[in-house]
């Protein structure tokens, strides 16, 4: 990214929030490198909430009086409206958000609009910021997640008698209700919604009152601070509170996560819709064609899937090591948090919605599934636990069960193919009643214990499931700062 973003302008009067001490200003090199109003722009809304929390605590201080404390207020909620309509815009002199918004406050109040700046710095303000943005966004994130495991969970519900292919090494293994494997991909996802709530939970601490790593010797109050910005509780230690990015790492960990859940999630849409599976067709709004082959029809949403855990992934991995090795307490090299949090938040609400429309819209093709079930002896375990009905060890009834797929595979035919006699033949335990367990519904129907892929536990675990989407929908609907 260039040192420009757009919808940055022009101006000639530079307010730095720094420079009493220097002869001249920042070389051109310097400030094109250090400048991160491009991208942290987005932080302006939490900044600006941040900014009343301390004018207020200014107030009570006696810093500000009730008239001065009444007019920064007012200022701030202009520059707020101002901002979001785009009427306020950072201009390429500004360094960061933080110095655009108090170039936007001392255009409105003069000189005291440079009072709020008291008692506190950039150190615990982008902190705050960043806390603020993320939080909030977690829950962006988590609506979107909870429409894709709806679309799952949809799909599962029409097909928990859907007979599959379980596999494992991408081999015919065993039969399996489709139902039980779209949810197979829900579980994962509510997994990462009870990871970002717990995120949530470590997260909702507030840096602002550490100033520049020290505190302040001002008598502010951090936990009206933390209270008014929605935060549980102030930091405990300031020069932590203003060097710990865990906060960025341990949400680009679990949006890492939740980017291979949806890469092993596209892996398979993209194996199901080829003309060699064809379990599924997508509807033809999220499916893509190609500019020179009229036939064709491509999953590139899945592959997108597949393709942005990329991104996601590299995300951590670029916070992790800028992090490594950094002396306590704020160093600049932790301005590189923000691009890789903010793409992963980017990233995840362009996805996730595409990924949820491509699910919810896609025809299962039942009776390709069906045929495909019992294919490549995947019934062989049923014969196999049947010899242990029987009170055969399990150890010989796999040698028997082999000699018979052995058998079946040299004569090209099925396991329920063999005569009567092949069966006597292999062993004396095996006769025409081991045909009972040779169905795919059989072999469903028996497999009844909880969490397994028989019709019974696989409508609890989707009873199951609804009612837990239903409790994370709640969660992901609340306001992070209470207004
Ligand atoms: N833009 C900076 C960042 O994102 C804000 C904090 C700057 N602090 C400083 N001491 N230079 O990290």
Redesign the pocket.
Request: hydrophobic fraction near 15%.
């Given at each position: 990214m260039n040192g420009r973003g757009e919808g940055v302008s022009e101006s000639d009067e530079p307010t730095r929030l720094w420079g009493g001490r220097f002869a001249g200003g920042p070389a051109e090199a310097l400030a094109r490198l250090s400048v991160?109003v491009q991208f942290?722009w987005r932080l302006a809304p939490y900044d600006l909430l941040a900014s009343r929390a301390h004018a207020r605590v200014l107030a009570n201080a006696g810093l500000l009086d009730a008239d001065e404390l009444g007019r920064i207020l007012a200022a701030l909620d202009d520059l707020a409206s101002a901002c979001a309509a785009g009427e306020f815009r950072p201009t390429i002199e500004d360094e960061?958000v933080?110095t655009a918004l108090e170039r936007g406050l001392l255009e409105r109040l003069g000189t005291l609009g440079g009072k709020l700046r008291a008692g506190r710095?950039?150190?615990d303000q982008?902190a705050t910021d960043l806390r603020l943005y993320l939080r909030d966004h977690a829950r962006g994130v988590a609506v979107a997640l909870i429409e894709l495991a709806d679309a799952l969970t949809e799909q599962a519900a029409r097909n928990v008698d859907t007979p599959a292919p379980g596999m494992t090494h991408v081999q015919h293994a065993q039969p399996v209700s489709f139902g039980h494997w779209l949810l197979a991909h829900v579980q994962p996802l509510l997994r990462d919604l009870e990871r970002l709530r717990d995120w949530d939970t470590r997260t909702a601490i507030s840096p602002l009152g550490s100033g520049a790593l020290a505190g302040s010797s001002l008598p502010l109050d951090p936990a009206a601070v933390a209270k008014e910005l929605g935060f549980t509780a102030p930091a405990a230690n300031s020069m932590d509170a203003v060097a710990d990015r865990d906060f960025v790492a341990e949400f680009l960990f679990v949006t890492a996560l939740i980017g291979v859940h949806l890469s092993r999630l596209g892996e398979e849409v993209v194996l199901w819709t080829s003309t060699e599976f064809g379990w599924v067709e997508l509807d033809d709004a999220f499916a893509t064609g190609s500019s020179i082959m009229p036939q064709k029809k491509n999953a590139d949403i899945a592959e997108l899937a597949r393709g942005k855990s990329g991104r996601l992934v590299g995300g951590l991995v670029a916070v992790l090591t800028m992090l490594k090795g950094l002396p306590l307490t704020?160093d600049?090299d932790?301005?590189e948090d923000?691009e890789p949090a903010f793409d992963a938040v980017d990233t995840l609400e362009l996805l996730l919605p595409a990924l949820a429309g491509m699910i919810s819209t896609m025809t299962v093709r039942v009776d390709r599934l069906a045929a495909a079930a019992p294919v490549g002896f995947s019934l062989a375990t049923e014969v196999a636990d049947w010899l242990v009905r029987k009170g055969v060890p399990f150890r010989e009834a796999h040698e028997i069960t082999g000699k018979l797929v052995a058998l079946c595979s040299a004569r090209e035919c099925e396991l329920e193919d063999v005569t009567d006699d092949d069966l006597k033949t292999i062993s004396e335990h095996l006769d025409p009643s081991v045909r009972e367990v040779l169905s795919v519904s059989s072999a469903l129907a028996a497999r009844t214990t909880p969490g397994s892929t028989g019709p019974g536990p696989v409508a609890d675990q989707l009873a199951t499931v609804q009612h837990k989407l239903d409790n994370w929908r709640q969660w992901a609907v609340e306001k992070v700062v209470p207004r």
């Open positions: 991160s942290d960061d933080h710095s950039r150190n982008v704020y600049r932790m301005q923000k």
